[in-house]
């Protein structure tokens, strides 16, 4: 399992997990721990590209927390980039799209190519494939429930909409069971709706496939609590600031800024 080598293309630098030390260096570990050829475990086989392991293996072998291993391992699923599935005796890594990682590539030591193994790819492709076409099954009327069910709030509900669209239309499409864990990750970077819908806005006004928390300077050592953003999203205005200030807002900012500067 140590000898050989695996292909790693420069092109990863433009990924958009790239930055993400925690989720590369577990994609990358999953690419080393994948098998080349299927193999035996128990009686079952795995699968050329996937391996047996567990959640505390993994936060061992990367020096991870299972926290951190968890929230990792579900970004990469989110994103179609490995699937997992729960065994008895483990959890099962498939690193989706193997072969377009590590196809026609010669091994070392003694890893060629029989006829058992060219089945094993065969049927290693085969799997993925059904993987990625069944996510392109999804309509959007399979997200909608999920988003009613989040929030009330129409604008709020109109931005996930357009994200999910978003997603679809760059082949990145969002997966219906583990939308949920998306919903839950917006959720943790920001319990306030309107907080919400300004991450989203951000991410479609910008092209990003995923969500990331609003960061804002500081003032007198005490973060700015964004209320002209408050002040257009009470009105409807989300996505325009272009409009004149009112006094009452001019006001409204004054006093807030009193008592932020204590």
């Given at each position: 399992?140590?000898?050989?080598?695996?292909k790693?293309f420069r092109?990863?630098t433009?990924?958009?997990?790239?930055?993400?030390?925690n989720?590369?260096?577990?994609?990358?570990h999953c690419?080393?721990?994948?098998n080349?050829?299927?193999?035996k475990?128990?009686?079952?086989?795995?699968?050329r590209?996937?391996?047996?392991?567990?959640?505390?293996?993994?936060?061992?072998?990367l020096?991870?927390?299972?926290?951190?291993?968890r929230?990792?391992?579900?970004?990469?699923?989110?994103?179609?980039?490995?699937a997992?599935?729960?065994m008895?005796?483990?959890?099962?890594?498939?690193?989706?799209?193997?072969?377009?990682?590590?196809?026609?590539?010669?091994?070392?030591?003694?890893?060629?190519?029989d006829?058992?193994?060219?089945?094993?790819?065969?049927?290693?492709?085969t799997?993925?494939?059904k993987?990625?076409?069944?996510?392109?099954k999804?309509k959007?009327?399979?997200?909608?429930?999920?988003?009613?069910?989040?929030?009330?709030?129409?604008?709020l509900?109109?931005?996930?909409?357009?994200f999910v669209?978003?997603?679809k239309?760059?082949?990145?499409?969002?997966?219906?069971?583990?939308?949920?864990?998306w919903?839950?990750?917006?959720?943790?970077?920001?319990?306030?709706?309107?907080?919400?819908i300004?991450?989203v806005?951000k991410?479609?006004?910008?092209?990003?496939?995923?969500i990331?928390?609003?960061?804002?300077?500081k003032q007198g050592?005490?973060?700015?609590?964004?209320?002209?953003?408050?002040?257009d999203?009470?009105?409807?205005?989300?996505d325009?600031?272009?409009?004149?200030?009112?006094?009452e807002?001019?006001?409204?900012l004054?006093?807030n800024?009193?008592?932020?500067?204590?």
């Amino acid at each position: 399992m140590n000898e050989g080598y695996i292909k790693l293309f420069r092109q990863m630098t433009a990924w958009e997990w790239y930055l993400d030390t925690n989720v590369k260096c577990l994609f990358i570990h999953c690419l080393l721990k994948a098998n080349w050829e299927d193999k035996k475990f128990k009686g079952k086989v795995i699968p050329r590209g996937s391996f047996l392991t567990s959640y505390d293996k993994l936060s061992k072998e990367l020096k991870l927390s299972e926290k951190q291993m968890r929230v990792a391992l579900k970004k990469l699923n989110r994103t179609n980039e490995v699937a997992s599935e729960k065994m008895l005796n483990g959890t099962l890594i498939t690193v989706l799209n193997y072969e377009s990682y590590q196809s026609e590539g010669k091994q070392e030591g003694t890893q060629r190519a029989d006829e058992g193994q060219t089945e094993g790819r065969r049927r290693a492709t085969t799997n993925n494939k059904k993987n990625i076409k069944k996510l392109k099954k999804y309509k959007l009327d399979d997200f909608i429930p999920l988003i009613h069910s989040f929030t009330s709030n129409e604008i709020l509900r109109e931005k996930i909409t357009k994200f999910v669209e978003f997603r679809k239309s760059i082949n990145k499409q969002l997966h219906v069971e583990t939308f949920n864990e998306w919903l839950d990750e917006l959720k943790g970077l920001s319990s306030d709706e309107l907080i919400q819908i300004k991450i989203v806005s951000k991410s479609l006004a910008n092209g990003w496939q995923g969500i990331f928390a609003i960061t804002s300077p500081k003032q007198g050592g005490k973060k700015d609590v964004l209320p002209d953003y408050y002040a257009d999203a009470k009105n409807g205005e989300v996505d325009n600031h272009d409009e004149k200030v009112t006094s009452e807002e001019i006001n409204a900012l004054q006093e807030n800024l009193k008592s932020l500067g204590g």
